[in-house]
C-alpha cells in the first residue's frame, strides 16, 4: 500500500482553512435525514480539525443534480444533521468558490465549521475541470480528504483538489486504508474471502482478481447456482446465469492454477416458490433440486463446513449474502457464518473486513456488525478496492 499522509502530518493550522471532503450523501424521507451514520463517520476528523484551531469547510454531493442547482439537492438540508453529531452550529455556505463563498470564510472564526453548497451543482466537479479546483483550493489552505465511498471516483473534489493543496487523509480514510491492507494489501494468511449475491456478471472482476489472492473462496447467493451450473448440476428454476457457465468456468481454472480452494454448496435450501417460509421449503444434496425448484440458500451442514474453513483461516474479506436473506427462512446461512466468523474476531483468531450495501445490512441483521473488525460502508469504492484497482481519491494522496 502507498503510503499517505494523515491528520499526524499536520503542522500548525491555528487559523488556517480546511477543506475537508467528507460523505454527506444521507438518505431521507419527507425532507429530513434517517440515518446519520456517514456523518458519524466524519466527525473524528471535523472535530479534531476544529480542535486544532482550523477554519473547517466540509465539502460533499447529494444525489444526481447534474451540474444544475436544485432546491431538493442542496446541502443546506444536512446542516441540522451535522450539527446534531459534531455539538456546534455550522454555517452553511450556497457556494463553493468565489467571493460570496470567501466573505462567509471570513466571518468563520478559528474552529468554526462550514458546509459548501453540493458540489455537483457545478459542471466543473465531475468533469474535474482544473479551473473548477484552482477556484475553490482559493478558499483553503490544506485538502484533507474523509469520504473512502467517493474515492473511486476522480471528481474536482475527490482527487482534483489534491493536486493543488497539501492533501491529508482523514480520520475515517485512514481507518478504512488500513482496515483494507490488512485484508488484502498485507494480510495474515491463510486468507477467506466470502462472496454473495444475486448476479456472477456484478462480480466478476472481483472474483478473479480474488482467486490469485486468497486460499479460500467461498461463494454464495445466487451467483453459486451459475457455478454449480458450469459443474454439470441442474440447478432448477434457480437464478442462474446460463450464458456466464463458461466464464465460471475459467475462473474455477484460474483458482485452481493459483492454489485458490473454491467452495460452492453441496447442500442447498430449496422451494417451488419465493416466499417466506413457504410449504414446499426442504434441504437436500445439491444433486437433488428438483427441475420445478429453486435454490434459495445454503444448507446447515454446508454452513457448518464453511465455519470449519473459517476456523482454518486469519484473515477474512466478505462481500454479499450467501442466500435470499431478506425473507426467513433463507436468512439462515448468512446468519450463522457471520456469527462464526463474528466469534472468530472475538477470540483474536481472524481479521474480518467487510463491505458493500447488502453484506453492511445483513452483518446487522445478524447482529454482529459491532464484531467484525471493520466494516466498510463504501459500496462501489469497496467493490473496486475488491477489484484491485487504484482509487483515484487513494492514489493521490500519497503524491
Known amino acids: 500500500m502507498s503510503v499517505f499522509r494523515t491528520l499526524d502530518d499536520l503542522g500548525d493550522i491555528q487559523g488556517k482553512v480546511a477543506l475537508v471532503r467528507v460523505d454527506l450523501n444521507l438518505p431521507m424521507r419527507d425532507g429530513?435525514?434517517?440515518?446519520?451514520?456517514?456523518?458519524?463517520?466524519?466527525?473524528?476528523?471535523?472535530?479534531?480539525?476544529?480542535?486544532?484551531?482550523?477554519?473547517?469547510?466540509?465539502?460533499?454531493?447529494?444525489?444526481?443534480?447534474?451540474?444544475?442547482?436544485?432546491?431538493?439537492m442542496s446541502l443546506s438540508m444536512m446542516v441540522g444533521a451535522v450539527?446534531?453529531?459534531?455539538?456546534?452550529?455550522?454555517?452553511?455556505?450556497?457556494?463553493?468558490?468565489?467571493?460570496?463563498?470567501?466573505?462567509?470564510?471570513?466571518?468563520?472564526?478559528?474552529?468554526?465549521?462550514?458546509?459548501?453548497?453540493?458540489?455537483?451543482?457545478?459542471?466543473?466537479?465531475?468533469?474535474?475541470?482544473?479551473?473548477?479546483?484552482?477556484?475553490i483550493a482559493e478558499l483553503g489552505d490544506i485538502y484533507v480528504n474523509d469520504a473512502?465511498?467517493?474515492?473511486?471516483?476522480?471528481?474536482?473534489?475527490?482527487?482534483?483538489?489534491?493536486?493543488?493543496?497539501?492533501a491529508y487523509a482523514g480520520r475515517s480514510m485512514q481507518a478504512e486504508l488500513e482496515a483494507l491492507d490488512k485484508a488484502l494489501g498485507e494480510p495474515k494468511k491463510p486468507v477467506a474471502a466470502?462472496?454473495?449475491?444475486?448476479?456472477?456478471?456484478?462480480?466478476?472482476?472481483?472474483?478473479?482478481?480474488?482467486?490469485?489472492?486468497?486460499?479460500?473462496?467461498?461463494?454464495g447467493g445466487g451467483m453459486a447456482n451459475t457455478f454449480l451450473a458450469a459443474k454439470g448440476v441442474d440447478v432448477g428454476k434457480s437464478l442462474c446465469e446460463h450464458d456466464l457457465t463458461g466464464?465460471?468456468?475459467?475462473?474455477?481454472?484460474?483458482?485452481?492454477?493459483?492454489?485458490?480452494?473454491?467452495h460452492l454448496p453441496y447442500e442447498v435450501v430449496v422451494s417451488k416458490e419465493f416466499a417466506a417460509n413457504p410449504a414446499s421449503l426442504r434441504t437436500c444434496n445439491v444433486h437433488e433440486v428438483a427441475a420445478d425448484e429453486m435454490i434459495l440458500d445454503v444448507g446447515p451442514a454446508a454452513v457448518e463446513a464453511l465455519g470449519d474453513v473459517l476456523k482454518t483461516c486469519r484473515t477474512l474479506v466478505w462481500n454479499g449474502p450467501m442466500g435470499a436473506f431478506e425473507t426467513e427462512p433463507f436468512d439462515a446461512a448468512t446468519v450463522a457464518l457471520a456469527r462464526t466468523a463474528a466469534a472468530l474476531t472475538r477470540e483474536g483468531s481472524l481479521v474480518s473486513v467487510a463491505g458493500g450495501g447488502d453484506t453492511v445490512a445483513a452483518l446487522n441483521y445478524a447482529g454482529v456488525a459491532d464484531d467484525f473488525s471493520y466494516i466498510s460502508t463504501a459500496g462501489g469504492a469497496f467493490l473496486e478496492w475488491m477489484e484491485g484497482r487504484e482509487l483515484p481519491g487513494v492514489a493521490v494522496l500519497g503524491q
Open 32 to 72: 429530513s435525514v434517517t440515518d446519520t451514520t456517514r456523518v458519524r463517520a466524519a466527525a473524528p476528523t471535523i472535530l479534531e480539525l476544529a480542535d486544532k484551531g482550523a477554519k473547517v469547510l466540509l465539502l460533499a454531493h447529494f444525489g444526481r443534480p447534474g451540474g444544475e442547482r436544485s432546491s431538493t
Open 83 to 135: 450539527e446534531g453529531v459534531i455539538g456546534k452550529e455550522v454555517m452553511f455556505i450556497p457556494e463553493l468558490s468565489g467571493d460570496v463563498a470567501k466573505q462567509a470564510v471570513g466571518i468563520l472564526r478559528p474552529g468554526d465549521v462550514g458546509i459548501l453548497e453540493n458540489s455537483r451543482f457545478w459542471k466543473g466537479e465531475e468533469a474535474n475541470d482544473p479551473a473548477f479546483c484552482a477556484a
Open 148 to 166: 473512502f465511498s467517493a474515492a473511486h471516483r476522480a471528481h474536482a473534489t475527490t482527487e482534483g483538489l489534491a493536486r493543488v493543496l497539501p
Open 194 to 219: 466470502v462472496v454473495g449475491g444475486a448476479k456472477v456478471s456484478s462480480k466478476l472482476d472481483v472474483l478473479l482478481h480474488l482467486v490469485g489472492l486468497v486460499d479460500h473462496l467461498i461463494i
Open 247 to 262: 466464464t465460471a468456468n475459467d475462473i474455477l481454472a484460474a483458482a485452481e492454477a493459483s492454489g485458490c480452494t473454491v
